[in-house]
């Protein structure tokens, strides 16, 4: 199944703490997000919440190969969700 890799609380942490040592990064430095497209996504102020989660299953119909994601606990019905519930970070990038 592939399971793509999740940034912990921690991995944040440490990048947060290189931050201290950058002159360049100061509080006013922008945050975005890349989203593959050809320009980079603005992240609102009031973007981050923690939220509860559940894991989820999902086989593409061609190859029959096993994805596996996350969705929100009030989503996680409708998608299969399985497993434990999880506190998680969310960054929310909704237009």
Same mark, same amino acid.
């Given at each position: 199944?592939?399971?793509? *890799?999740?940034?912990?609380?921690?991995? $944040?942490?440490? +990048?947060?703490?290189?931050?201290?040592?950058?002159?360049?990064?100061?509080? /006013?430095?922008? #945050? +975005?997000?890349?989203? &593959?497209?050809? =320009?980079?996504? *603005? #992240?609102?102020?009031?973007?981050? =919440?923690? /939220? /509860?989660?559940? =894991? +989820? %299953? #999902? *086989?593409?119909?061609?190859?029959?190969?096993? +994805? &596996?994601?996350? =969705?929100?606990? *009030?989503?996680?019905? %409708?998608?299969?969700? /399985?497993?434990?519930?999880?506190?998680?970070?969310? #960054?929310?990038? $909704?237009?």
């Amino acid at each position: 199944m592939n399971q793509p *890799e999740n940034l912990t609380v921690g991995q $944040l942490r440490q +990048f947060l703490a290189q931050l201290n040592d950058n002159p360049e990064i100061n509080d /006013e430095t922008k #945050i +975005f997000l890349d989203t &593959g497209w050809d =320009s980079i996504q *603005e #992240i609102t102020p009031d973007a981050l =919440s923690i /939220e /509860e989660a559940q =894991s +989820f %299953k #999902i *086989e593409d119909p061609l190859t029959h190969e096993l +994805f &596996g994601g996350y =969705s929100l606990l *009030e989503k996680a019905e %409708k998608m299969k969700g /399985e497993g434990l519930i999880e506190k998680v970070l969310v #960054i929310r990038n $909704l237009y």
